[in-house]
Each structure stands twice: as C-alpha cells, then as structure tokens.
C-alpha cells in the first residue's frame, strides 16, 4: 500500500526516543521527512545522521517544548527549511506520577504544561501551513485518560484533554479538510516506561503481572505498532477519519473486563 507520504514534511515532538522514534523512522521509510524534536541533542543527531546515511530526509530541531516560545520556533524553522509542514504528531510526554495526595497544585499546573499545553501551541503555530497543504493531525494520548492510573492526575488530566481537542480541532478545521485523529497506547517499552516499571519493587514481577492481563498475545505493544497507526492516520488512506480515538493496546483497556 502506497501511502503517498513521500516528501510530506511532518513534525513529530518527541521523535527521537520511544514511540516518537518509531513515528519518525516509519515517515523517513515511507519516504516522507520526519522533523524531530527532542531535547536531547545526542539522540536527536545519532536519529537524523543514521537516516541521512541511509538516504533519507529528515531534520532534528534541539527544543524544550515547555519553554515558551520554543513551538513557535520550532515551526518556523520547519517552514525555513522546507517551506510547507504536512502533518504535526503530538507526542512529547512523561508521566510525572503528580497526584492528588503526593502532589500539589503548583506540580499539577507545571503536569499540564509539560503535557498538555504544546499540543496546543504546536497546532496553533503549525495551522496556516496545515491550512495550506491540506494537512492532518495525530495527537499521542494514553489509557490513562480512560481508565485513570492513580496517582498521576497531571497526566491523566493532560491526556484526557487532548482527547477532547483531538475532537474539538476535528470540528473547527472541518471547513479546511484538516483531520484530527488520537491514538492510545496502554503499554509499551520506551525509555518512559522503563524508567517507570523500575521505579516498582520488584520490576519483573509487575511487568510480568502486566503483561498477563493484555488479552491479545499477552504482551506488550510496539512502538513500531503504535507507529503504523499515526502512520495510517497521517495518510490518505484513512481520508475520511476524523475526531477518531484509535485504542491501540491489544484489547487492554476494553476487552479485560469480559475475559476471567
Ligand atoms: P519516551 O520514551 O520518554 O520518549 C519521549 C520523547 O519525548 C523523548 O524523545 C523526549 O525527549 C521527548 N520529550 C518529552 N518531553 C519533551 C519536551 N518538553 N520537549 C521536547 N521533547 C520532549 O516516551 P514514550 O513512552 O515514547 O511516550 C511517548 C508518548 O506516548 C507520550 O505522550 C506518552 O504519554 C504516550 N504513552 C506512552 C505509553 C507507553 O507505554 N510508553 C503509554 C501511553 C501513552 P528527551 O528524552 O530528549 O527529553
């Protein structure tokens, strides 16, 4: 299936590690031009000379996405370079574990603007260029929005957010023909969960535990699946799906509960 992404220039934030890594490097094989950001500079250059070596455009752009101003940034050096954006893929994010008991409303409010605001920003800033492309959008949320985790209500309140702007952008960019689609992940290995499980007793164990309640196979999910989702949803092929929210974790967060 051709995807017609070849020389679609799409932003992904956070596309040098995990999920975003397997986003950006679906684009580069499809022909198409991941712009990565990240805040890593050593990722982010070992990601964008690894693609080029191989003959694939891309660009890394260094950012820190909770600083103000830096989306704008990052937009408008996307567009010095290439001159068009295509598709913006929010993905940038960490559960920080800000809960209602161990947390406070100043870690709450600095959750939401590590989580949630840059999504905003990003499509705002990346809008006229979507405007003029035709372009689509695919924002990255979490199981947790769903089914809620417990003691991290600056991310789950972040991603339940962006399901809702993933639907409330779907209706306001109808008239341009811009798609606003979401994809959940529940659970899949990226440094952010690695970081997470080994902060538990015993990390095998409660990996193990896991795993064993994901009905389908079992096991976790890619990165690479979670990438051929947004990678669908970026394209043609899926023209006619907007305001959607694609649940991609082997039947986790809806079928768990009809299975003894
Ligand atoms: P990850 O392994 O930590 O990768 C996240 C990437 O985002 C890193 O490249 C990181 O860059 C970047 N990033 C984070 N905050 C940033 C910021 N403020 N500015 C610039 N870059 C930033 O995470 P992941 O597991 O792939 O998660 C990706 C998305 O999937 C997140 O939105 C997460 O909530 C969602 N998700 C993941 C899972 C899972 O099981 N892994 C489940 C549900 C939802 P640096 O390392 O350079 O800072």
């Known amino acids: 299936m051709d995807l017609q992404l070849r020389d679609k220039v799409i932003i992904v934030t956070g596309g040098t590690k995990g999920i975003g890594e397997a986003i950006s490097r679906k684009i ?4 198409g031009i991941p712009v990565f950001i990240g805040r890593t500079p050593e990722s982010g250059k070992k990601l964008e000379k690894e693609l080029r070596d191989a003959g694939k455009k891309c660009y890394f752009i260094e950012g820190d996405l909770n600083v103000p101003g830096i989306c704008e940034q990052v937009v408008r050096k996307t567009l010095d370079k290439f001159g068009t954006i295509y598709g913006l893929v929010n993905n940038a994010g960490r559960n920080d574990s800000i809960g209602l008991e161990n947390g406070s409303p100043d870690a709450f409010k600095e959750s939401l603007n590590s989580n949630l ?61 811009i798609r606003v689609n979401a994809v959940i992940p ?14 538990f007793d015993n990390p095998g164990q409660k990996l193990k535990a896991i795993t064993n309640k994901i009905p389908l196979e079992k096991r976790m999910t890619s990165s690479t699946e979670i990438a051929s989702s947004v990678l669908f949803l970026l394209s043609k092929e899926a023209s006619h799906i907007t305001g959607q929210h694609l649940v991609v974790d082997g039947g986790y967060t809806h079928l768990d509960r009809s299975i003894t």
């Open 117 to 177: 605001n840059h999504y905003y920003d990003m499509a705002h800033f990346c809008l006229n260029a979507l405007k003029h492309s035709g372009g689509t959008i695919v924002n990255i949320s979490s199981k947790t929005a769903l089914t809620g985790q417990g003691g991290t209500s600056g991310y789950a309140a972040a991603k339940g957010a962006q399901l809702a702007l993933t639907r409330e952008w779907a209706v306001e960019l109808l008239p341009f023909g």
């Open 186 to 199: 529940a659970e899949v290995m990226t440094p952010l969960y690695q970081n997470w499980i080994s902060g």
């Open 28 to 31: 580069a094989g499809e022909q």
